[in-house]
């Protein structure tokens, strides 16, 4: 599988900017070390609030690292995480290979910047790079803002997931 390259997009007038007035890029990347894992907590925690602190996700990002293959790619304004998008390649006999979409999630400052969008794009673009025929997500019944996004985005829905709650086991 190819890395998406590290892209800057030129910001538009709801970027932040710099002292000099100027836009400050966008920057769509990988995050691989644990530093960089880490710096992501606060934007993560919006969408999973079940995460304890950075060491918490840290560690059940390195498991899902090495048990499934699990990403994450970033857009990051300066050195500032502002969105995520958790990810992993599968195969299944329902869709073949596809990209699977765990975590999309933007800061709530820096909506209106248009990073899921660009996040979705360069999923898209790793997806196919990887041979993979889908790309898959799953969200919500109440969360019909990620819905209407996603809807924007081309995806749609094709199915209900259904889950159990199952007994943890002492």
């Known amino acids: 599988m190819t890395q998406p390259a590290q892209v800057a997009s030129p910001a538009d007038e709801r ?10 890029p966008l920057l769509v990347t990988h995050l691989d070390s ?4 880490r710096a992501a907590f606060t934007v993560m925690q919006q969408l999973r609030p079940q995460l304890k602190d950075a060491d918490d996700m840290l560690a059940r990002v390195q498991r899902m690292q090495q048990s499934a293959g699990y990403r994450m790619l970033a857009v990051l304004t ?9 990810y992993r390649l599968q195969e299944n006999l329902i869709y073949g290979p596809f990209l699977y979409v765990d975590d999309l ?3 709530g400052t820096a909506r209106g910047q248009r990073c899921g969008a660009r996040l979705l794009q360069a999923l898209q673009t790793i997806a196919m790079d ?5 790309l898959v ?8 803002l990620a819905q209407r996004f996603y ?20």
């Open 137 to 144: 997500l799953d969200t919500g019944l109440a969360n019909s």
């Open 15 to 24: 970027n932040d900017r710099d002292p000099t007035g100027q836009p400050v």
């Open 105 to 107: 999630v933007t800061l």
């Open 34 to 37: 644990e530093t960089q894992i």
């Open 78 to 86: 300066n050195t500032n995480v502002i969105a995520i998008a958790g």
């Open 130 to 134: 990887a041979g993979c025929t889908r």
């Open 151 to 170: 809807f924007r985005q081309g995806l749609l829905s094709s199915g209900l997931h259904f889950s159990m709650t199952l007994p943890v086991s002492t």
